[in-house]
């Protein structure tokens, strides 16, 4: 695939504040993405997501790497690299709060390039995508979080920019708006084509909404995958198995030797295996006793212990 971004070898560091100490936030962080693609930047706090998107849309100069949008590296040839991104960046900063919703769209209608003939038609299109007509003269103040991050979003779609970067777009949203919100935008990345880059902590986002997740850590890459791919790569290796009776203090210490278990309650043990067959040799150890098994199933592993395994193990699988 054809890749619209590339982030190449980027270093980020601060000085911390009160101290001569220096922090790095973002440490050889490098990835390509391709036209058309949603990619997730997920991550724990502090792991460096927003130093990573604003070092892409040109608010950071990175210490040490380079970006390059559309071919054109972000620093020597900034304006023709920045013509292609658009972002909505935590905090609703795109849009004034003073204006009304329509004032907002035609002021950066203006602002970022749309033909004076065509601003009316491309606000009104707007307005009827992100379902806001009956808002359009209410003030951006008196709006609710999720309008606010709606109308920002939708400033962000008037440059018509191949790229689209949001930080946490369905931070502080309560369910029914994140999941009109998450709608949105999945039908602006089918229907127009755009490549869109999400920073998020919110897991359903990126299961639901993303083909690809970038997992950073510490301003590290820990992983690099198709959103399915990582889900495959766990959900073949978790058990629940319940069983009937204890287990012996022999049987007990063969298997905390031999397997992960990650949780041990009462007569419910659960393990990630990491080859499937070894499930047979777990059975051998509860056998050697005669311990009856009340039942064995494979669990549905979701993308949060997913990331969870990734960020604390630190390895890509
Ligand atoms: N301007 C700054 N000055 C000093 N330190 C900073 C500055 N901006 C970010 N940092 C520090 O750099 C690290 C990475 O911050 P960043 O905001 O990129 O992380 P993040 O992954 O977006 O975190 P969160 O999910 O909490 O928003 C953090 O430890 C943060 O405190």
């Given amino acids: 695939m054809e890749s619209i ?58 210490d040490q790497g380079s970006v390059t949008i559309n071919g054109f590296d972000s620093l020597k040839d900034r304006d023709k690299a920045l013509r292609h991104i658009s972002a909505v960046l935590e905090g609703n900063r795109n849009i004034y709060w003073r204006l009304t919703v329509y004032e907002n769209l035609v002021y950066f209608a203006g602002n970022r390039g749309v033909p004076k003939k ?11 995508l992100f379902q806001l007509q009956d808002k359009k003269d209410e003030l951006v103040n008196n709006l609710s979080r999720g ?14 920019t191949d790229v689209v970067l949001l930080d946490e777009p369905t931070l502080g949203l309560d369910v ?4 009109e919100v998450r709608d949105l935008l999945r039908k602006i990345a089918r229907d127009q084509g ?20 970038i997992i950073i850590n510490a ?21 629940q198995i319940e069983l009937q009776e204890p287990l012996t203090d022999e049987q007990q210490t063969m298997l905390l030797a031999q397997f992960p278990i990650h949780q041990w309650e009462a007569l419910t043990l659960k ?41 604390n193990e630190g390895v890509a699988s």
Avoid: W
Wanted: glycine share 6%.
């Fill in 5 to 62: 971004i590339s982030v190449k070898g980027i270093y980020k560091s601060y000085k911390k504040r009160k101290s001569s100490e220096i922090f790095t936030a973002v440490n050889d962080l490098s990835f390509d993405v391709g036209k058309g693609e949603i990619v997730g930047l997920l991550g724990p706090n502090g792991a460096g997501k927003t130093t990573t998107i604003k070092t892409i849309c040109g608010l950071l100069v990175p």
């Fill in 118 to 128: 065509d601003i009316r038609r491309k606000v009104d299109e707007l307005l009827s």
């Fill in 271 to 311: 393990v990630n295996l990491d080859q499937e067959q070894d499930i047979f040799k777990l059975m051998d150890i509860l056998k050697q006793n005669e311990t009856p098994i009340e039942t064995i199933n494979r669990t549905e592993i979701n993308f949060e212990q997913v990331f969870r395994k990734l960020v």
């Fill in 194 to 213: 755009k490549t869109i880059i999400i920073s998020t902590h919110d897991m359903p986002v990126v299961q639901d909404l993303c083909e690809r997740t």
């Fill in 147 to 160: 309008m606010q991050q709606k109308l920002a979003v939708s400033v962000a779609m008037l440059a018509d």
């Fill in 219 to 239: 301003g590290k890459v820990v992983a690099d995958e198709r959103v399915e791919e990582l889900l495959k790569l766990f959900e073949t290796s978790a058990y």
């Fill in 176 to 179: 029914e708006t994140g999941y």
